[in-house]
T-cell receptor
Framework: DTAVSQTPKYLVTQMGNDKSIKCEQN?????MYWYKQDSKKFLKIMFS???????INETVPNRFSPKSPDKAHLNLHINSLELGDSAVYFC?????????????FGQGTRLTVV | ELKVEQNPLFLSMQEGKNYTIYCNYS?????LYWYRQDPGKSLESLFV?????AVKQEGRLMASLDTKARLSTLHITAAVHDLSATYFC???????????FGKGTHLIIQP
């Protein structure tokens, strides 16, 4: 009965490939996010998506594109993978702009680019 | 640019001792969050602090917020081994309307 679920949990791929990570939440939240956690455990917001509005962190390369088929899903597609993309990617969701809403995180996807 | 700084980044302490983790942030915000992360696991929400002077307690952990000083603290009382983890504070704001995280405090509690 997982609240925020991501697949796959582990992903190993070669440089130059294109890959997707899927995320689903069953909390009825209206805002979803993608975060990247690097090898030093530093967490950084990549995207937020609320009611079809996508807000992009300007530091994210355009090889990364989120896709939301509906309010409960926010998938992350990555083109032309690079070694530096290796990290753990976390999906999260919250009740958007409502005051005091915390974000709930998925279990993470460990991406290794070789 | 919103910056969130935690200290210490690494803390090794003995069971039974008390300690405090500090979280400073650079711009006005009235929403501050504390998360716990175990190795290889996800982030677990610990506290949500919404107003100046807010104090919340759960077991041996207590968090407080001073929005005027832009400071939050996470106090550990009589630490036990099970509290070993990495603790993150996060502030609403910054890029992409998400949370801006501190670098985390890696806490090891030794028997």
């Amino acid at each position: 009965d997982t609240a925020v679920s991501q697949t796959p949990k582990y992903l190993v791929t070669q440089m130059g490939n294109d890959k997707s990570i899927k995320c689903e939440q069953n909390l009825g939240h209206d805002t979803m996010y993608w975060y990247k956690q690097d090898s030093k455990k530093f967490l950084k917001i990549m995207f937020s998506y609320n009611n079809k509005e996508l807000i992009i962190n300007e530091t994210v390369p355009n090889r990364f594109s989120p896709k939301s088929p509906d309010k409960a899903h926010l998938n992350l597609h990555i083109n032309s993978l690079e070694l530096g993309d290796s990290a753990v990617y976390f999906c999260a969701s919250s009740r958007g702009q409502t005051r005091g809403t915390e974000a709930f995180f998925g279990q993470g996807t460990r991406l290794t680019v070789v | 640019e919103l910056k969130v700084e935690q200290n210490p980044l690494f803390l090794s302490m003995q069971e039974g001792k008390n300690y405090t983790i500090y979280c400073n942030y650079s711009t006005t915000s009235d929403r501050l969050y504390w998360y716990r992360q175990d190795p290889g696991k996800s982030l677990e929400s610990l506290f949500v602090l919404l107003s100046n002077g807010a104090v919340k307690q759960e077991g041996r952990l207590m968090a407080s917020l001073d929005t005027k000083a832009r400071l939050s603290t996470l106090h550990i009382t009589a630490a036990v081994h099970d509290l070993s983890a990495t603790y993150f504070c996060a502030v609403k704001g910054g890029g992409a309307d998400g949370l801006t995280f501190g670098k985390g405090t890696h806490l090891i509690i030794q028997p």
